[in-house]
């Protein structure tokens, strides 16, 4: 429910349908971390799965690229309030990940360099739609945008998208990660506006 | 004091509209059913047309505690949708909808989740001063002021927000640092110029004691001064962020 706001006309009257409720178009990419940047080099860095039994599976950089990188094109939206549409991204899709991957786990906590993690459904990951995202508009990702390698996940706010990712713990029950713990939806769906608990 | 609030759509109505700086104002809200709100935190404002096309933006707030009357300090982006108004428009009297508080990490409290025992720095560019006044101002009401420093980076005197506020804090005891970049007050030892790693070096004397510094301000601002934070020799996990503009026309 809402009122009138005296005085207020908006400048946006073309409102694109692709818009979730409440997001604002961006031509810019604004960058949201709660704290530093790290400075991660590709040779150090790595990826890997625990799942529920304690089993680690590890990739390398090289290891991820080689399991085949995809291109695709989708909008993002952020919870504080823009969405940014027809993003090109380059990345290797989870379901590549997930192809030898003996789980019952219906969660994940992503993982950060940096410490940050975020919780997501193993089923909104799969059947592609999320990606390890390691180029975005044609470059290699910046550092501040997550680079060298975060998750993309389009279909949940950005948060859900955890920067400088480092790996993915299995769970059997859904737990809140960083921004879950500290005032954020534990879903995310930018359509329904679950941005706030 | 305030956790764990869900926080709610609210009718903000306007108390007092004053010039902070030449393209900023300061508005007080009533917001009748306000929980209240951590030092640091922040609210969605939204806008309605009589059309119904609404507008959404985020700002930190610069007041905390159990009060209903919540302080805002709005810069004006040129080219903006919903800061102009704010600035130039928003009368006495008049409504929003509010939607908070939100963020429960970009916070300090005196006691419990998201307390300090140690020297706290806060670093704040432009506006990016305005949680970071609620911060001050909650660690001089709790005693604790003696463990705070603080550096502001304005373009010029007349770009300080809440600048009667922090020189009421500096006369009661905090350590501030203040940086021009553009342009000095009469009289002042240094030239204008960009907040530098070696500024914030001589600063910052301590830094593997600093316990958590908050830094706020524009993207380039906070990437700059958290690389060099963390440098100087601060943990990274002790650095927490809050990064505005670039987020579009706000």
Redesign the interface.
């Known amino acids: 429910m809402s009122f009138i706001t005296r005085g207020f006309t908006g400048k946006g009257r073309e409102r694109d349908p692709r818009l979730p409720p409440g997001q604002s178009l961006v031509e810019d990419w604004p960058v949201l971390s709660a704290g530093p940047t790290p400075d991660i080099d590709i040779a150090d860095w790595s990826f890997t799965v625990r799942t529920e039994t304690g089993q680690v599976h590890k990739w390398t950089w090289d290891e991820l690229l080689a399991l085949g990188v995809e291109d695709v094109t989708v909008d993002i939206h952020c919870v504080t309030h823009w969405t940014k549409l027809d993003m090109p991204w380059r990345g290797v899709s989870l379901d590549k990940i997930f192809e030898n991957i003996e789980t019952s786990g219906d969660f994940v906590m992503a993982h950060s360099y940096g410490g940050y993690t975020t919780n997501l459904a193993l089923d909104e990951l799969l059947d592609g739609q999320s990606w390890i995202a390691t180029e975005a508009d044609g470059e290699p990702l910046e550092p501040e945008h997550g680079g060298p390698a975060r998750l993309l996940v389009p279909a949940l706010y950005f948060w859900k998208s955890a920067k400088w990712l480092r790996g993915l713990v299995m769970m059997g029950d859904d737990s809140p990660g960083f921004w879950e713990q500290n005032g954020y939806h534990m879903h995310g769906d930018p359509w329904t506006e679950e941005r706030y608990w | 004091m305030v956790t764990r609030i869900?926080?709610a759509?609210l009718?903000g109505t306007v108390a007092e509209v004053t010039v902070e700086t030449a393209t900023a104002r300061r508005i007080v809200l009533d917001v009748a059913g306000w929980p209240g709100n951590d030092a640091g935190s922040h609210l969605?404002v939204?806008?309605?047309?009589?059309d119904g096309?609404?507008?959404?933006?985020?700002f930190s707030i610069a007041s905390y505690g159990p009060s209903s009357r919540v302080v805002l300090a709005v810069d004006e982006v040129p080219n903006g949708?919903v800061s102009p108004?704010l600035v130039e428009?928003?009368?006495v009297g008049?409504?929003?909808?509010v939607?908070g508080p939100?963020?429960?990490?970009?916070v300090w409290k005196p006691h419990g989740f998201g307390s300090t025992t140690g020297p706290v720095q806060l670093i704040g560019g432009g506006s990016g001063i305005v949680p970071l006044v609620a911060i001050a101002q909650a660690a001089a009401d709790a005693g604790r002021m003696a463990d705070f420093r603080l550096l502001s980076s304005v373009r010029s005197p007349n770009d300080q927000f809440f600048d009667a506020e922090l020189t009421a804090l500096s006369t009661e005891g905090l350590w501030i640092d203040r940086v021009y970049t553009r342009q000095i007050p009469d009289g002042w030892p240094v030239p204008a110029g960009r907040l530098t790693r070696e500024t914030l070096s001589a600063a910052i004397t301590n830094p593997a004691e600093i316990e958590r510094s908050y830094v706020c301000g524009p993207?380039p601002f906070v990437?700059a001064v958290?690389?060099w934070?963390?440098e100087l020799g601060h943990a990274?996990?002790t650095?927490?962020?809050e990064?505005f503009?670039?987020?579009?026309?706000a």
């Not at chain 2, 503009?245 to 026309?249: E, I, K």
């Open positions: 869900r926080p759509w009718v969605d939204r806008l309605t047309a009589p096309y609404q507008a959404t933006r985020s949708e108004y428009e928003l009368r008049d409504r929003v909808d939607h939100l963020g429960a990490y970009f993207t990437e958290s690389s934070l963390i990274p996990g650095i927490r962020t990064r503009g670039g987020a579009g026309p």
